[in-house]
């Protein structure tokens, strides 16, 4: 306990009036049906400037039980408990004590690891696209589910660090953009798939980025793999010539013009199944029209440049026989000239 004093002691010091609040509870393992923790580490955290701090750290008994006591009371303070296992921390429940509860009893729940098989299945995946100028702009949405008991941590391959889910993008991707920093920073773009080391406890999470995908012809296509198995995939494709627009997965019903949508049916998609959409023609952008127009001009420019040599060839050849004949005819003739002199 004693570190427990040390940080509420500086907790209180840093502006916090001292107060009679306390938050105790029992930690246990998920994994093996709620048996208690012993020894757990549990952090607490409270929030300043939008972010949770320590405040307070403790480990539990043989029983899984820890407490929190002289805890400043505040009806503005929320405090978030939560428990270090295996290098994994899970948070509890958020609290606020005030002045009329000024205790709160909270259940931590951490779980057991698993570095193999993957056990994340995605429940739902919705794909957004809008056919702008040069570029394909996709909206991804997934709902990533562990349905185990345990957390996934993966496994590491040749000293790199574990990574927990791939995620496969069309070629030519540079940047993604998450709605939620936590993702951002813990997600990377590597050799065109979205990477993380992030570990999944039991339960879901939500994945929502935005990218783009380079158009450098008229005639689009959109290709996606899943990466895990999918029990529903919404495909929303926005464009002006929606009546060319063709996918793998079967259309619903006509909402709007310029605005299809796909969805899957018949159960859950396996892994590697490929999606396939075919647009209609796409504007591409100024540079485009300008690189190929630049390369049809010097091809024309080639093109002319050989019919004309090509023409001028033959003149050339008899510019160059002429001479040589009438000169061979002038020697013959003064050969001549000279052969008759000669006899006589």
């Not at 609290?95 to 000024?102: F, K, M, N, S």
């Not at 040749?158 to 709605?179: H, W």
């Not at 464009?239 to 006509?254: H, T, V, Y």
């Amino acid at each position: 306990m004693g570190i427990t004093v040390l940080l509420i002691a500086s907790f209180v010091a840093a502006g916090q009036a001292e107060g009679v609040g306390e938050i105790s509870g029992t930690a246990v393992n998920g994994t093996a049906g709620g048996a208690p923790l012993a020894g757990a580490e549990v952090v607490l955290r409270a929030s300043e400037d939008g972010e949770f701090v320590p405040v307070a750290a403790t480990t539990t008994d043989a029983n899984g039980w820890f407490s929190f006591s002289g805890l400043p009371v505040d009806s503005h303070e929320i405090y978030l408990p939560g428990i270090n296992r295996a290098g994994i921390h899970y948070p509890g429940p958020r609290v606020r004590l005030t002045d009329e509860q000024a205790a709160a009893r909270v259940k931590l729940i951490g779980y057991d690891t698993v570095a193999s098989p993957s056990p994340l299945v995605s429940r739902r995946h919705e794909m957004a696209i809008t056919a702008g100028e040069g570029f394909l702009e996709v909206t991804e949405t997934l709902a990533i589910e562990n349905p185990s008991r345990t957390t996934f941590v993966g496994y590491k391959e040749n000293d790199r660090p574990p990574v927990t889910l791939r995620l496969s993008l069309p070629d030519g991707i540079e940047k993604v953009t998450f709605d939620r920093e936590f993702h951002g920073r813990n997600f990377r773009l590597q050799e065109g798939k979205l990477i993380t080391e992030i570990p999944w406890p039991p339960g879901n999470r939500e994945l929502k980025f935005i990218y783009r995908v380079p158009v450098e012809r008229t005639y689009a296509a959109f290709e996606r793999v899943l990466d895990q198995p999918t029990d529903r995939v919404v495909l929303q494709v926005t464009a002006k010539d929606d009546a060319s627009l063709s996918c793998s997965l079967p259309r619903l019903p006509l909402r709007s013009k310029g605005e299809r949508v796909y969805e899957s049916r018949g159960g859950t998609l396996p892994e590697g199944y490929q999606i396939t959409l075919r647009l209609g023609d796409v504007p591409l952008r100024f540079e485009t029209y300008a690189r190929w127009t630049a390369v049809a001009v010097l091809l024309a420019l080639v093109a002319g440049s050989a019919a004309l040599y090509g023409l001028r060839r033959p003149d050339r050849a008899r510019e160059a026989a002429g001479p040589l004949t009438e000169g061979r005819q002038f020697v013959s003739r003064r050969r001549g000239s000279r052969k008759a002199r000669t006899l006589h």
